[in-house]
């Protein structure tokens, strides 16, 4: 069976610094790998996506994530966060062949401070 | 996100029956229903690619999705229960490939009175 976790429930940081949301996996295959950030009663938008090549991929808006086999992690980075990035991040594991069988983290909350 | 259209965006009901509606503009072939209960990431009810439903979760009887084409999805609740109180949002993408990416509409919220 296949799962994700993502350990914090909620994150609050200050407007203008850095973000690290934490995302660990356990899948036996090869994953593909996403985040997904749901802003307040709206759906979720994909951030990123990763599934071979460079560890580090970049997504939109600044973020950018990196893939630890070893690790079985994935965690989501931003280098200075603004008060609109408020907002619940899912980090999702795909199954390859098996169609659209997304297991989602339980998502984190980030709340930015001015 | 004006692509995915979704109605109605707020529903309160007694144990009426009604339907949700969805309709996506960009031309893809799988449509999904996802259910969001608070606090928790979404889980899915149904997925339809090309008009034929492929995945059917375990979701109680008084659902009944519908796809009368490619781009609209409907869904039909009856004698809704409290524990259905959610927000239930319609997705989309171009084929069911593992690593396609979701596009979702706002959803509608449904509370049960």
């Known amino acids: 069976a296949q799962s994700v976790t993502q350990p914090d429930a909620r994150v609050t940081v200050s407007e203008g610094a850095s973000l690290q949301l934490r995302c660990k996996y356990s899948y036996s295959g090869t994953p593909y790998l996403f985040w997904y950030v749901q802003y307040p009663r709206q759906g979720l938008q994909l951030l990123l996506k990763y599934y071979s090549g460079d560890p580090v991929v970049q997504g939109v808006n600044g973020f950018e994530a990196e893939f630890s086999k070893s690790n079985s992690s994935f965690h989501l980075r931003k280098a200075s966060v603004h008060w609109s990035d408020s907002a619940v991040y899912f980090c999702v594991l795909s199954r390859m062949g098996y169609a659209q069988g997304l297991t989602f983290g339980l998502g984190t909350r980030v709340s930015v401070f001015p | 996100n004006t692509k995915i259209t979704q109605s109605p965006r ?11 509606e969805c309709e996506q503009h960009l031309g893809h072939n799988a449509m999904y229903w996802y259910k969001q209960s608070a606090e928790k990431p979404p889980e899915l009810m149904f997925l339809y690619n090309l008009k034929q439903l492929i995945r059917n979760e375990t979701v109680p009887s008084r659902f009944i999705p519908e796809c009368p084409d490619s781009s609209k999805l409907l869904l039909h609740i009856s004698a809704v229960d409290p524990e259905d109180s959610a927000v239930y949002f319609c997705a989309s993408s171009q084929s069911t490939i593992s690593n396609e990416r979701l596009f979702f509409g706002h959803g509608t919220k449904l509370s049960v009175l």
């Open chain 2, 10 to 20: 707020y529903l309160i009901l007694g144990r009426a029956n009604k339907s949700l």
